[in-house]
Structure formats: C-alpha cells, structure tokens
C-alpha cells in the first residue's frame, strides 16, 4: 500500500485529467473543484493498495460524484437554462503562455462553451454517458454501472446526447488567427458605429445568449444578425475597453468598464469566418469569482 505522501503525488499527477472530467460535467470551475476535493477524501479514506488503475478509479469517482451534483442541481434550480452561461476559463492570447507543458494541461480543461451550453440542457444520466464516452473514451461496459442502467441502455444515453450536440453546438474554426481576424472586425465595427460591417461578420442566424445573474434585463438570448446588431448598438454606447483572450481556448473577449471594473467575457464562436454564436457572462457575483491571473500577470 503506497504511503500517504506516494498516494497524494499520485492524485497530484492525475489532478488535471480529474479536474477536466468534473468541469465537463458540471461547466462550474468551483464545482468541479469541489468534486475534486471529494474524489480526493474519498481516496484517502480507501484501501489504495487494491486499486490497480488509480486514474480509472477517479475518473469513475468523480464522475459520480458529478452525477449527484448534477442531480441535486436539476431538482433546485430556478433560472432558465438558456440563459445560463457556463463558467469560461480565461488564459492569455499569444506569447510563451500557449506554450509548455503547464499550456497542456490547461487545455485539457478547455471545451467551448457553445458545447458547454447544450450539455447543460442533457438530463444528467445523458451528460455523463456522452462525455465519459465520446470525450474521454470510457467503454459503455465502464459506464453502465455508474449510471445504474444496462450497457445497451447507457449506450442509448450517450446517442441521445449525441444527436443533441451535434444539432445545436456549433464548433469554433480551429485556426486562431482566423478567429482573431473575425473578432477584430466585429470589435471595430462595433466601436466605429459601423453596423453594415458588423451585418457582415455575423452569422444570420447568429445566436447571443447573456447571462446577467440577477441584475435585471441583462440576461436574453438574442436571435438573428439584426436582431444581435440591435443589442450592439445598445451597448456601443458604454465606453468599455476590449481585451482579447483564450475563452474556453477558443478568442474571446474581456470587457471593462472605464474605471477598470470587469463588465463582461465574451466567449465567440465562428465558423466560415463568421460569428455563429456569442455567449456572454455579465453576472457580476459570478465575474468576481474567475480566475484571472492568467491574463493580469503582464
């Protein structure tokens, strides 16, 4: 049996993957934490000598965990889904920061957000079928006992979620400079008033989700290249200054107001060069939790 020092540098090892799978799951950086945290108590409370796969062992921990929190999430919650945007992870555009291995493991936590948005809409059995399976290649074997359903039954949820996505998460070009081109004409359309060239940019049938928190008549979803423009015309008006940054690895946008006060993230998603969707964070309770220190360090 390792020793308590050997079995902490174990998890410490297997933290990112563990980590990666809670924030899938649950699209909050301080709930997946917590679940972290309880995939770790429950370590030190077994007998670890008996565990031939320690990284198996905690993802199917902490994916059960996951599965309550979800559970008890879907019983309590009040708030619209779809107006509910995930928590983004922030990391810092260009320069040595994409680089290294530290890069890596960030990344491993990245997902869209677009993704984000649709996997909280699955029924919780649903979420954890798909993303054990089609994100983290578990076997249905693996999974079926985690969910309490047959393997053939658990491979049904995963299909379902399956169809879903793939109706209703679009995925980001790949290419960051072609982002960065999009976001950049998006941003100085909307700065110079110049809604012709946003039209241009935009998706008609571009999608913007906000999510507001409490403060009243900020959180909508958007619909239609118009019907967005109008939204941006409104908001031109502030005088906020822009800081491109990764949004879930993909450009996004960090908005301040003149006082330095942290507004919005913006987290884009564009394909064929055009912006499809925008999912925007303005809960200020939510905003003063992120981690930015990514992004301040210069």
Not at 44 to 64: K, P
Not at 251 to 267: K, N
Request: aromatic share 4%.
């Amino acid at each position: 049996m390792p020793t308590p020092e050997r079995l902490a540098e174990q998890f410490e090892a297997y933290r990112p993957h563990v980590r990666a799978v809670a924030y899938r799951m649950l699209g909050s950086v301080s709930e997946a934490e917590d679940a972290v945290q309880e995939a770790w108590m429950r370590l030190s409370r077994t007998d670890a000598g008996g565990i031939d796969n320690l990284r198996g062992w905690l993802t199917t921990v902490v994916a059960r965990v996951c599965l309550d929190m979800l559970r008890t999430r879907t019983s309590r919650r009040e708030d619209p889904l779809d107006v509910h945007v995930p928590d983004p992870i922030i990391r810092a555009f260009g320069g040595a920061a994409d680089e290294g291995p530290e890069a890596d493991s960030m990344l491993a936590e990245s997902v869209g957000l677009a993704l984000l948005v649709v996997l909280e809409k699955l029924e919780p059995a649903e979420r954890l079928a798909f993303v054990l399976h089609d994100v983290f290649a578990m076997s249905f074997e693996e999974i079926a006992p985690i969910v309490d359903r047959s393997v053939v039954a658990t491979r049904q949820l995963a299909s379902r979620a399956r169809r879903r996505v793939r109706g209703q998460a679009p995925t980001s070009d790949a290419d960051l400079r072609n982002q960065r081109r999009v976001v950049d004409a998006f941003l100085a359309a909307v700065q110079n008033g110049d809604f012709g060239a946003l039209v241009a940019v935009l998706d008609p049938d571009i999608v913007l989700r906000a999510d507001g928190g409490a403060v009243k008549g900020m959180s909508r979803v958007v619909r239609g290249a118009q019907a967005v423009v109008a939204q941006a015309a409104a908001f031109s008006k502030i005088a906020l200054s822009n800081q491109l940054v990764l949004v879930n690895g993909d450009i996004g946008v960090v908005t301040r107001l003149p006082d330095g006060r942290l507004f919005s993230v913006i987290g884009f998603t564009i394909a064929g060069g055009k912006v499809v969707e925008m999912d925007i964070l303005a809960d200020p309770d939510r905003l003063g939790r992120l981690d930015l220190s990514d992004i301040e360090r210069d």
